[in-house]
């Protein structure tokens, strides 16, 4: 069963908008990750943030976590069409075992 | 530049036959990952290894799937026999545990008809 649950599942925005995407996810983690994956690729690190951080970026990416409410944010500031894949949230629970956990995944298309 | 490198990327095979998927991890990476994705299930963990040694394969269909670390260089994934419904992308990844990321390789994109 999956950790972790994206929304929204599909996402459809023109070039310049920022882009939110949410996850969910269901046991105590020791960190969260973020990757992107374009189509018929592998997915790609973006970024990571661990059970003790509330927000991080880079560049133009922001990501929060709420370990309350177990969920996690990720935004892309002023989009752009090189944006458009799928981006999943991995988490490392705390079970010691070091292992990643993806989630549904979040489509995104940034219209030029 | 250092990259996980999957082989071949793309399998066609018939229904029954053995398939072997090869992954080589970045060199001095210790832990290893196996991913099936589909669309209906997404991204599944079949197996991890660290150090070579198989940590959980909780995963992967036993009767079918293993999966092996013949050396540092080198791992497998096997599915005897295949069946239609093993068609999928069959990512491995390679990172440190431990709250690093997993680097991930193009995958093998397998069609069992």
């Known amino acids: 069963s999956q950790q972790g649950e994206e929304d929204p599942q599909a996402l459809s925005i023109q070039e310049g908008e920022n882009a939110t995407m949410n996850c969910s996810y269901k046991?105590?983690?020791?960190?969260l990750q973020w990757y992107r994956q374009n189509s018929g690729r592998g997915l790609v690190h973006l970024i990571l943030i661990r059970s003790n951080e509330r927000e991080k970026h880079s560049g133009r990416l922001r990501v929060t976590l709420d370990t309350s409410k177990k969920s996690s944010s990720l935004l892309i500031t002023a989009s752009r069409a090189a944006d458009t894949a799928s981006y999943f949230c991995?988490?490392?629970?705390?079970?010691?075992?070091?292992?990643?956990?993806f989630g549904t995944g979040t489509r995104l298309k940034v219209l030029a | 530049d250092a990259r996980v490198t999957q082989t071949p990327r793309h399998k066609v095979t018939e229904m029954g036959q053995e398939v072997t998927m090869r992954c080589q991890p970045i060199?001095?990476?210790?832990?290893v990952f196996w991913y099936r994705q589909t669309m209906m299930q997404g991204l599944e963990l079949l197996a991890y290894?660290?150090?070579?040694?198989?940590?959980?394969d909780s995963g992967m269909p036993k009767d079918r799937f293993s999966a092996e670390m013949p050396d540092a260089t080198l791992a497998t994934l096997k599915i005897q026999p295949s069946e239609p419904r093993d068609s999928a992308v069959y990512f491995c990844a390679s990172g440190f545990p431990g709250g690093t990321e997993a680097f991930f390789g193009q995958g093998t994109r397998l069609t069992v008809v």
């Open positions: 290894f660290r150090n070579r040694a198989p940590l959980d």
């Open positions: 046991t105590s983690i020791n960190n």
């Open positions: 991995a988490t490392d629970t705390t079970s010691g075992t070091y292992k990643y956990i």
């Open positions: 060199l001095g990476h210790n832990t």
